[in-house]
């Protein structure tokens, strides 16, 4: 699968959420966490680039002068130093290394700018230093990433975007479950699964075509035979 495509489907999910939702929701701060920690796990750019507007107005992300950094004073000539982006965190691959989904928890450059995301390492420090304050001191709720593809679709039904929940919904249970439960039934239990199910049928999500590879087909299940994926998928007819 094109790793543009999961990009792309993030990015496009970010610019919606916010244009359907109020300015002083929090919600979207959560979402926004759940939709990159998503996206981290596929071998993606670094995009927030594409919608930093929208993760700054949202308190998704935050920005500072260079100076701020809690380190800054102790590390002058490396913070100095700095002329493209970079992120801050660095890893010791013999010292307990647990790969580099993380390497956003220690915020990153862009020169002249510190970047940090809301919840990570470097916003807990700011947080504890006391330059962050109030609602900026509050951590983003903890959402599962099917209920916030749910909250894409809705929104996406709202405006017409059918291909949009298509998309979402043909990456599959694996994709959008955390801990793919063993049964048809334990999916169907799910209230985000159920939710974005009912969007898809409502919508004729079903009808839309995606590229080839996105979604099984009907010989290709019947060879799977595995029910949760004729279940997932029958909702969507090839």
């Known amino acids: 699968m094109s790793m543009h495509y999961i990009e792309d489907l993030v990015s496009a999910s970010v610019e919606l959420l916010d244009a359907r939702h109020a300015p002083d929701d929090d919600r979207l701060r959560g979402w926004f966490t759940a939709l990159y920690a998503f996206q ?8 927030q ?20 950094h809690p380190d800054y004073a102790a590390r002058r000539a490396f913070f100095d130093g700095l002329t493209a982006f970079q992120g801050l ?22 020169p002249p700018w510190l970047y940090c995301e809301a919840g990570s390492a470097l916003w807990r420090r700011l947080v504890d230093a006391g330059r962050l304050a109030g609602r900026d001191a509050v951590a983003p709720d903890r959402v599962a990433l099917i209920d916030v593809v749910a909250e894409v679709a809705a929104a996406a039904e709202q405006t017409g975007d059918v291909p949009l929940i298509a998309e979402w919904y043909g990456l599959g249970h694996a994709a959008l479950v955390d801990g793919t439960p063993l049964t048809a039934d334990d999916l169907n239990a799910i209230t985000g699964v159920a939710r974005l199910r009912e969007i898809v049928r409502r919508s004729g999500a079903g009808a839309v075509s995606l590229p080839d590879g996105y979604r099984p087909t009907e010989d290709q299940l019947e060879m799977l035979d595995d029910e949760r994926e004729t279940w997932w998928y029958e909702v969507m007819p090839a």
């Open 40 to 47: 981290s796990g596929y071998d993606c750019s670094f995009t």
């Open 49 to 68: 680039g594409r919608v930093l507007d929208i993760l700054l107005r949202r308190r998704h992300t935050y920005r500072f002068a260079l100076t701020e």
């Open 89 to 110: 965190r660095e890893f010791d691959e013999d010292d307990d290394f647990d790969g580099y989904d993380s390497w956003l928890e220690d915020g990153y450059v862009d």
